[in-house]
C-alpha cells in the first residue's frame, strides 16, 4: 500500500469512524505544519461529510519560544479565540506532528509547571464537553523523522509502524476497531464488577481500589491508534509500589527508571534514574499531580516494541499504564490536575495481576476467556 493511500485511509477513519463528522458540525483540526498531507486529506473527507472545518496551526518552536522568553503574564494568558474553540466545537482532531521532540529540554520547568496550570481550565473543560458527549475528539500522530529517531528507526519503517498499529493495512480498518471495540467492552463490563486490582511484577506490587468506578474500552474514538481498557481508582485506595519500564516524556522532556511509592493514593516517594528533578517538579504541580488519575491495561497485539511516543507506547499489548494527575470523568475519576503524565510498566514477563483476590492475568495476558 503507497504512503498516499494509507493518509487517505487515516483520514477516513478519523472523520467517518473516530469522530463521526456530520451535517453542520464544526471540525477543529490542530496540528504543526508537517502534517500537512493529512490535514488535507482530513479537510476533504469533512466537506464531504458536510462538516465546516476549521485549522489551527502551531509553528515550530513558537510553542517553545513562549515557555523560554515570554513574561510572566504571557505564559498566564490563555487566547479567547482558543477557549472560544473548546466551547463550542463539535469534533476535535489532534494530530502530532513534531519536528524536534526534544524542544523543551533546556526550558526550566518551573516555567513549564506555569504554562500548564494556567491551561488547566481549558483541559478540564474538553474533558467534561468529551465526557458528556458535546465533543467528539480525537488525537493521532502523523510520521515525521522526530518521531522516527526517537522509535530508532527510518521515517518508512516508522510509517510501517504507525499504520500498522492502526490496523490500516487490513482489508477494513473501520470492522475491525468495530469487533476490537465490542472485545474490550466485554472485558470493561466483567473488569467493573471487580472491587480491588492487584498488581505484582519486577519491582511492583501495587494495590488500586475500583469499587463503583466505570471501566472504559478504548476502540479508537478518541485515540488513534488505540487499544487499552481504564478506569479512575479510587482517590485514597492506592498502595505499595511501581516500577516503570520504559522512559516517560512529557511536555518535551523525557524521564526514565521511574519508581513510585503511594500511600493512602497519594505519591509519597519518588525517584528516577534520569530526570528525577523534572519528575519533583512535575509531582509539585498541584495536589491532583501526586494522585493516579487513571489505571489502564494496554491491548493492542499490533504494537509490541517501544518508541517513545505515548499514544503508541501505552497501548502495547501486554502493558499497563499508570497517569499522575487529571482522571477522565467518565471513568468515575474525581483527582482533578494540570498534569496528566501517563507512564508504562511492561507485564510481559514474569507478573500477575489479581482481582479482588483472584488471578487473572499472567506474562501480558487474561486469563480463561476474560479478553
Not at 36 to 55: D, M
Not at 102 to 110: F, I, L, M
Not at 193 to 215: F, N, P, S, Y
Not at 357 to 366: A, S
Request: contains cysteine.
Amino acid at each position: 500500500m503507497e504512503s498516499e493511500s494509507r493518509v487517505e485511509r487515516l483520514a477516513g477513519v478519523l472523520v467517518e469512524y473516530s469522530t463521526r463528522v456530520g451535517k453542520g458540525d464544526l471540525v477543529c483540526i490542530d496540528t504543526g505544519p508537517a502534517a500537512a498531507p493529512l490535514v488535507h486529506a482530513i479537510w476533504g473527507r469533512v466537506l464531504a461529510a458536510g462538516g465546516h472545518p476549521h485549522l489551527r496551526i502551531d509553528l515550530d518552536g513558537a510553542p517553545e519560544l513562549l515557555l523560554r522568553e515570554g513574561s510572566d503574564a504571557q505564559l498566564d494568558w490563555v487566547s479567547p479565540v482558543r477557549r472560544a474553540e473548546v466551547e463550542r466545537a463539535d469534533v476535535r482532531i489532534a494530530i502530532e506532528a513534531d519536528v524536534n521532540t526534544r524542544g523543551n529540554t533546556g526550558v526550566a520547568p518551573e516555567r513549564q509547571v506555569r504554562a500548564e496550570r494556567a491551561r488547566e481550565p481549558l483541559r478540564r473543560l474538553h474533558f467534561q464537553r468529551a465526557s458528556a458527549g458535546e465533543l467528539r475528539a480525537v488525537v493521532t500522530l502523523y510520521p515525521t523523522n522526530a518521531a522516527a529517531q526517537d522509535a530508532a528507526m527510518s521515517l518508512g519503517e516508522y510509517e510501517d509502524f504507525v499504520y500498522h498499529a492502526g490496523l490500516l493495512d487490513r482489508d477494513d480498518p473501520i470492522a475491525e476497531w468495530t469487533a476490537l471495540g465490542r472485545a474490550y467492552a466485554r472485558l470493561a463490563d466483567r473488569l467493573g464488577e471487580r472491587r480491588e486490582i492487584r498488581v505484582l511484577g519486577d519491582g511492583t506490587d501495587l494495590t488500586l481500589g475500583v469499587a463503583g468506578r466505570t471501566w472504559v474500552p478504548c476502540d479508537g474514538r478518541e485515540n488513534f491508534p488505540d487499544g487499552e481498557v481504564f478506569t479512575g481508582p479510587v482517590e485514597t485506595q492506592v498502595e505499595g509500589t511501581m516500577r516503570f519500564t520504559y522512559p516517560a516524556s512529557y511536555s518535551g522532556r523525557r524521564v526514565s527508571g521511574v519508581e513510585l511509592e503511594f500511600r493512602d493514593g497519594e505519591v509519597v516517594r519518588a525517584r528516577a534514574d534520569q530526570g528525577e528533578t523534572f519528575l519533583q517538579e512535575m509531582l509539585a504541580l498541584d495536589e491532583g499531580a501526586r494522585r493516579a488519575g487513571e489505571f489502564s491495561f494496554g491491548l493492542n497485539d499490533a504494537i509490541a516494541e517501544f518508541t517513545g511516543h505515548t499514544l503508541f507506547d501505552e497501548k502495547i499489548g501486554g502493558t499497563v499504564h499508570l497517569a499522575l494527575g487529571a482522571s477522565y470523568p467518565e471513568s468515575g475519576g474525581k483527582v482533578q490536575s494540570a498534569l496528566h503524565w501517563d507512564l508504562v510498566c511492561d507485564l510481559r514477563n514474569g507478573s500477575e495481576v489479581y482481582a479482588d483476590g483472584e488471578l487473572v492475568y499472567r506474562d501480558g495476558r487474561f486469563l480463561d476467556g476474560l479478553l
